[in-house]
């Protein structure tokens, strides 16, 4: 399964940005799809996640209520809806896919990352 994110950018603190990542296969509806990133110095960390079936989601703490992850899977297509966001959310963001799992570690595979910069 191939990746390709994009969306990212550079925003001012308090706006929004929506990412997206389509995946080159003709299974996309067997993976759960998830969304992860990493700020400079630190690991990688999960941020949201979207089971294959489209009808559960879960989010880190540090973005509950200010994104939402969803899927088409007509377009082989995840998003990850960002909104309010802070300085802190900067980071490479990595959209992973994962055969019908419930993980949030450890995905299969991994698309090549789209930077997200927010100034204060």
């Known amino acids: 399964v191939q990746l390709q994110a994009c969306g990212g950018g550079l925003v001012q603190a308090g706006g929004f940005l929506r990412l997206s990542c389509v995946a080159f296969?003709?299974?996309?509806?067997?993976?759960?799809m998830g969304w992860f990133r990493q700020a400079p110095g630190k690991e990688r960390e999960f941020v949201a996640r979207?089971?294959?079936?489209?009808?559960?989601?879960s989010y880190a703490d540090s973005v509950k209520g200010r994104f939402t992850i969803s899927r088409d899977n007509a377009k082989n297509t995840v998003y990850l809806q960002m909104n309010s966001l802070t300085p802190e959310d900067t980071a490479v963001y990595y959209c992973?896919?994962?055969?019908?799992?419930?993980?949030?570690?450890?995905?299969?595979?991994w698309g090549q990352g789209t930077q997200v910069t927010v100034s204060s």
């Open positions: 296969t003709r299974t996309f509806s067997s993976y759960t």
């Open positions: 979207i089971s294959w079936y489209g009808g559960s989601t």
């Open positions: 992973g896919a994962d055969y019908r799992s419930s993980r949030t570690e450890g995905y299969d595979y």
